[in-house]
């Protein structure tokens, strides 16, 4: 009987790398996000008004912009401390305690990192063990379940629903108890909702975690951006500032989105396991960014606040004119989304948005974007400048009266 070959002297075909046989399966497997998809289309258009974007339409408040521009003419511009500037980091522990209360040590307890967006990175790969569950409110925002897949745990999304303005509620999230459930990440003000949790819903959230030693994982990103009550942090509760990672940042309150800086505030060993994981992977958060970061903390309040008022403003306004147009929508208590109902209409969120952008020029997110129970709902920001949201309503109404004639006619559902 003949030898079978060897394989790489019987007849081989030349090697073509396909590149994606090399991509880990936990990658490969990972869907994009629905919002790029989405955002690739509109880029391929002309003449869009987008409410589709979640960052402030308004720049950076001039006097930070100036402080990145001073500390370039200075010449900084070489790496910084793997935590962040210790003047920034006392900057943040005045910030945080002013804005929740808590107070963080900045040599041990506190962590500059590239954005929102890497501080909940390295927590997530500092905490999770292999097959390790993290619970959250779904709707959630886009990066949150990659995020855990990523750090090779498993998302475990807890509905939530209009009817009951989307809060999380605490009898439905303890009934997720099981072993294996290591955290809770907590987003309020939410992405893509606007709904806060409220008080009372916070402290049995609060026992809930206690009673199941889960690590909370709190993204307080819009925490300036409320517009009926403050926001009341988790850390700030009996016991829970040893359990909790708080994440905040410039993105959204200072209009910094670009400047990419964030920071987690928490226990001094989870921080000192991000900074494991951050030390190695990122270095540290841009320097130009950490000396504009001082100046926003210490110099930008008055801004912060006359921003906050127009957000208000351009919120009322956009939620007005979608009721009237016959939308279902909750008017949302922080960030700048508004996430309306389009169940009158009979078409998918997906269908929907991509009629809109078509036919009328008018980007919004499908909520599907956002997780399975967004479905029947449409992401519209409300940060874009005055003029846009206008432009946008315009088009909406026309093309709703002419693509759902009743529905969207005030006067003739009266
Ligand atoms: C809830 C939430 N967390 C985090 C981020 C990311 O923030 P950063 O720009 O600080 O990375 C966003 C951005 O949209 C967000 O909406």
Redesign the pocket.
Known sequence: MEPAPHPRRGKILPFVPDGESWVARHVRDLPRSGIRDFFDLVQTMEGIVSLGI??PGECTPWNIREQAIFALELGKTGYTSNIGLPRLRRAISRYMERLTGVRYDPEEEILVTV????A?DCALRAIVNPGEQILFAEPS?V?YSPGVVLAHGVPVGVPTRFEDTFRLRAEELAEKARPGVKALLL?SP??PTGTMVKEEELEKIAGICRRENWVVLS?E??AELTYEKPHRSIASLPGMKERTIV?N?L??AFAM?GF?L?WACGPAPLIAAMVKIHQYSMLCAPILSQEAGVEALEHGAAEVEAMRRIYQKKRNYLWRSLTALGFPCHSPEGAFYLFPSIAPFGLSSKEFALRLLREALVAVVPGTAFGPSGEGHLRCSFSPRMEELEEAVGRLSRWMRKSFPKKSDPAARS
């Open positions: 979640g960052e954005g929102v967006s890497e909940l925002y990066a987003n939410a992405n993204d990103i819009y994440f940042g993105s959204k989105t990419r964030g």
